[in-house]
């Protein structure tokens, strides 16, 4: 089975930037989406960001408006991780952020559900 580990979550002041990285084994990341998906405190889980697979199904990258142009996901192949690169952090950034794999790309019922291969997330907390 596939087993997902984040890291690279912690403390950062408004404005600041943070890369959050997921280990990926069990699996091979070239045949899997690879999804971002986060919970701020009292609200829904929310895409981030997608990846599509390399080897596997085809479809459409998807990135929230609100993470446009501060957010980017990617990946190292070499090293079966996968990473989220966060510029410009807010407050309303501040949430557990969870890494996902997925055959098929995740979409918003699927984040619902927890379909795919969920890690433990890792806590962004943006404050000053």
């Known amino acids: 089975d596939v087993q997902l580990v984040e890291s690279g979550g912690g403390l950062v002041q408004p404005g600041g930037s943070l890369s959050v990285s997921c280990a990926v084994s069990g699996g091979n990341i070239r045949g899997y989406w690879m999804s971002w998906v986060r919970q701020a405190p009292g609200k829904n889980l929310e895409l981030v960001s997608r990846?599509?697979?390399?080897?596997?199904?085809?479809?459409?990258?998807y990135s929230p408006d609100s993470g446009k142009g501060r957010f980017t996901i990617s990946r190292d192949n070499s090293k079966n991780t996968v990473y989220l690169q966060m510029n410009a952090l807010k407050p309303e950034d501040t949430a557990v952020y969870y890494c996902?794999?997925?055959?098929?790309?995740?979409?918003?019922?699927?984040?619902?559900?927890?379909?795919?291969?969920w890690g433990q997330g890792t806590q962004v907390t943006v404050s000053s």
């Open positions: 996902v794999a997925s055959r098929l790309p995740l979409s918003a019922t699927d984040v619902v559900r927890r379909n795919g291969y």
């Open positions: 990846s599509p697979s390399v080897t596997g199904a085809a479809g459409n990258a």
